[in-house]
């Protein structure tokens, strides 16, 4: 399986950023997910990365290191309807089925 | 309405009873989920299904049963409940193809077993 590590809950202020990171141990990469899921809801998909880099989409960055098994999901522009529990997630190396994070929940404080 | 669809969305019920979780989909993936969430452990998947021939187990399927109808139907079964299956489940769909595993989830459905 895979093993997937991300912090528990971060703080920050409306208008900052945050940087929600994510380590993983895969046999085989096909890729990573960061979702969103905000408090009873369900999660909803927010980036995918193949490729090492940064991947920009409006006030949400994911960035991919596949030689250190790391990505980090980055915030802008903190809004309040950011507080949510951000998930992290891998695929299986040849069934495709995703494995989980714990979650990592982000309050923002006005 | 929603596309993945599940039913019921809150249950509460004892310890022994039988408690079927129903999931629809009008997605039309081949690809259907079952995960329970919860709270510090993340989503773990209980038992999937490629196409409607096809069941697997997942990490956590001791004390669940599983049955795919038909493409769009996928239903989760607690033939016995116990109190530790109290948790969060999420009906899942993904189509297998272009992202390797992009996830559509239903709204949830919330078990309390007494």
């Known amino acids: 399986g895979q093993n997937i590590d991300q912090p528990t809950e971060m703080t920050a202020t409306e208008g900052a950023i945050v940087q929600i990171n994510c380590t993983y141990q895969?046999?085989?990469?096909?890729?990573l997910f960061w979702y969103q899921q905000h408090a009873g809801e369900a999660p909803t998909f927010l980036s995918y990365n193949v490729l090492d880099g940064l991947e920009e989409k409006g006030r949400f960055s994911s960035f991919l290191s596949r030689s250190k098994g790391y990505s980090y999901l980055l915030l802008k522009e903190l809004q309040m309807k950011d507080s949510a529990s951000y998930l992290c997630?891998?695929?299986?190396?040849?069934?495709?089925?995703?494995?989980f994070g714990a979650g990592t929940t982000v309050t923002v404080r006005a | 309405d929603a596309d993945v669809t599940q039913t019921p969305r809150n249950r509460i019920t004892k310890t022994g009873k039988r408690i079927m979780l129903e999931c629809s989909q009008t997605k039309g993936h081949d690809r259907m989920y079952w995960y329970r969430q919860d709270p510090g452990l993340g989503l773990r998947l209980i038992y999937y299904?490629?196409?409607?021939?096809?069941?697997n187990k997942g990490e956590i399927s001791d004390g669940y049963s599983v049955s795919r109808q038909a493409q769009a139907k996928f239903s989760l079964s607690l033939e016995s409940a116990i109190p530790n299956q109290t948790a969060l489940y999420f009906c899942?769909?993904?189509?297998?193809?272009?992202?390797?595993?992009?996830?559509?989830f239903g709204e949830g459905s919330r078990l309390t077993v007494l």
């Open positions: 997630a891998v695929p299986g190396s040849n069934d495709y089925k995703l494995s």
């Open positions: 899942a769909t993904s189509d297998g193809t272009g992202y390797a595993g992009e996830l559509f």
């Open positions: 895969t046999s085989g990469f096909n890729g």
């Open positions: 299904s490629f196409d409607v021939k096809d069941i």
